[in-house]
């Protein structure tokens, strides 16, 4: 996937690069990522769709709307390809989006929003969406085996909460595993269900945080999970993830983590490096200072 400087899409749209900033802000596009320097890099496509639609003669708002319609469609082909439940056209449509955007932006604005667009219509309870979801959380397992090994020094253990495939959790999570072990870390999963020798896990990885991901297990199952994780690598910092309204046994809180799975990763590397700034070392905060975070992630 190509992606540009600011000042190399600033060229190419024919503004300057305070310009495009301001369109950056006004209308959230073209939408950056982050080099590992926290440069800008716009993705070449959205950029071609931008100066497309303003060579069209359109003002700044009518051309910003028609390259996201534009870009858009992919969603609609995936979530039309699904719905058939044609596996070679689901293929080739992350295939085309994968050509425009991202890994990560492939994922959070084409393969969800398409997964989420099945649940709505037809039900999690449904044979598409049954269909979908799968083929979803296999994708995304799949471009995990493929990635890297990891760089960082930065190991994160997540209590998978979710019921199955088929919980609408489930593909959120296991894009936020694969942004994870993208940005370098070492990622371990676990089932709720799989607390019995979680020391034998702790020992392997040595997490510097903890992710409690899913609503689905019941607050009890959860504490425990935590309880043994905590027991075994001492007080570590942890936080929610789409877990919704926490009980009165999770609400040791400061805040919880946004429902994209992209922004959820950004924001667990940023509490581990803060604790490392705070001088914890390996970003393990002392005892009584973990965080369980409960504020309310939404579903959408």
């Known amino acids: 996937m190509r992606t540009l400087k600011t ?42 769709a931008l100066r497309d639609a303003l060579r069209e003669g359109l003002s700044i708002s009518s051309a910003v709307s028609v390259a996201r319609e534009g870009l858009s469609s992919d969603t609609r082909v995936l979530s039309g390809a699904l719905a058939a439940f044609d596996v070679e056209r689901a293929d080739a449509a992350m295939e085309a989006a994968l050509a425009l955007r991202s890994l990560e932006r492939s994922v959070e604005d084409v ?9 709505q219509r037809h039900g999690v309870d449904s044979a598409p969406w049954a269909f979908a979801a799968r083929w979803g959380c296999e994708w995304l397992r799949r471009a995990q085996r493929l990635t890297p090994a990891p760089v960082r020094r930065v190991a994160l253990i997540i209590c998978d909460a979710s019921a199955d495939d088929l919980d609408p959790d489930a593909p959120y999570i296991r894009a936020l595993e694969l942004f994870c ?12 269900r799989g607390a019995g020798s979680i020391d034998e896990a702790v020992a392997a990885l040595g997490p510097h945080a903890v992710v409690i991901a899913g609503g689905h297990a019941p607050d009890d199952t959860v504490a425990r999970w935590a309880y043994a994780v905590r ?22 809180a400061d805040s919880g983590l946004p429902p994209s799975p992209l922004s959820a990763q950004r924001q667990i590397f940023e509490l581990i490096e803060s604790r490392r700034l705070q001088g914890t070392g390996n970003g393990r905060s002392g005892a009584g200072t973990d965080t369980i ?3 309310r992630s939404s579903t959408g």
């Open 293 to 295: 975070a409960r504020k």
């Open 7 to 48: 000042s190399e899409a600033a060229t190419l749209l024919n503004v300057s690069p305070n310009t495009l900033r301001a369109w950056e802000r006004r209308f959230g596009y073209p939408k950056p990522q982050r080099s590992p320097g926290q440069h800008r890099l716009y993705t070449y496509g959205e950029v071609v």
């Open 111 to 119: 393969l969800l929003p398409a997964l989420d667009e099945l649940a």
């Open 181 to 192: 072990a993208r940005a370098g870390a070492r990622v371990l999963s676990i089932a709720v």
């Open 231 to 252: 027991s075994a690598a001492g007080p570590l910092p942890a936080v929610l993830y789409r877990r919704g309204a926490g009980s009165e046994r999770l609400r040791a």
